[in-house]
């Protein structure tokens, strides 16, 4: 797959991505903007990703400060789009876990409402939806796309992002099946890279190292995941949006290569910067996820998707920009808003 090929054939189009000052809404937008209009919608637009990357200030973009539970303001900015990329959540679990309701009217009514804002658009060409690996529950090991889903307990307050997120999943498939829209349908596995910022384990890890301070470790440290380096992912997102195969399609995306334990990421960490931080076991008082790990095969079928970056890496290449945003970027500082996550 020729990933720059993949941008370069999406010209002249009015782009629309919700949650888009975030991290991968700023990526694809430094990907897009050259040859597109780009409009970025957004709560949060002061200390976000985007006004970090280099699509900022670009005269093919424009961010509009808006909600995605404001049907009117949502409509205004979906109107003529030709793309609309649908990252607007609130994520993390401090955040879902302190602000349930607030989760499950965002993640799922703000889909709805934007659903709705695109019924009459006839020259839509791709609606690409943003679900989450958390829809399968506590373990998802080699995860194929028709994988049972599994929801936990409704008094765990974690839940309340995967179930609006799955639920966001069977409206986007009935659009797609009762009034034919393209719609695409992608599930991130552990997206990490420049850009990111908020409480996340590579960005607290990577900061950590860098200041010499201790690295902390939520619960034992043996919970599993795949992590996925941002270009790769993005090369998968512009796979979606120029592959006619991929519409009506769900697509589970990550790197199954760069898995290991929360654990071994921290100290593979602490290696590759040679850094003097300890590492800390914290207790947590909330559910976590044992195993996260996809199969992609499906879009390495249909998309021609392989990931091709691997973890070292790739965790120096977002080393050397946290190094460079330090003071932007420190996760005491820098909370996560309404954003996308896998």
Known sequence: ????????????????????????????????????????????????????????????????????????????AARDADVVIHLAAVVGVKEVIARGRQTMLTNFEGTVHLLRALESNSGLHRFIYFSTSEIFGMNSFRAVEDTPTSIGPVGEARWTYSIAKLAGE??????????GMPTVIVRPFNVFGPLRLGDHAVLRFIVSALRGAPLEVHGDGTQIRSWCYVDDFCDAVLRMVVAPQAVGETFNIGNPRNTLTIYELAKRVVQLLDSPSPIHFVAVDFSDIDVRVPRPRKAEQLL???????????????????????????????????????
């Open 170 to 179: 069977h409206l986007v498939d009935c659009y797609h099946r009762e009034v």
């Open 304 to 342: 021609r998707f392989r990931p091709r970056v691997e973890l070292d890496d790739a965790i120096l290449t977002t080393a050397a920009w946290y190094r460079e945003h330090l003071d932007a970027v420190d996760p005491d500082v820098v909370e996560a808003g309404e954003r996308v996550s896998g």
């Open 1 to 76: 797959m020729d990933a720059s090929k993949d941008a370069a054939s999406i010209r002249d189009s009015r782009i629309l991505i919700t949650g888009g000052t975030g991290f991968i809404g700023a990526s694809l937008a430094e990907r897009l903007v050259a040859d597109n209009e780009v409009i970025l919608f957004d709560r949060a637009i002061e200390g976000s990703s985007v006004t970090l990357s280099s699509a900022w200030a670009h005269p093919n973009l424009q961010v509009v400060q808006g909600d995605v539970l404001d049907p009117l303001a949502l409509e205004a």
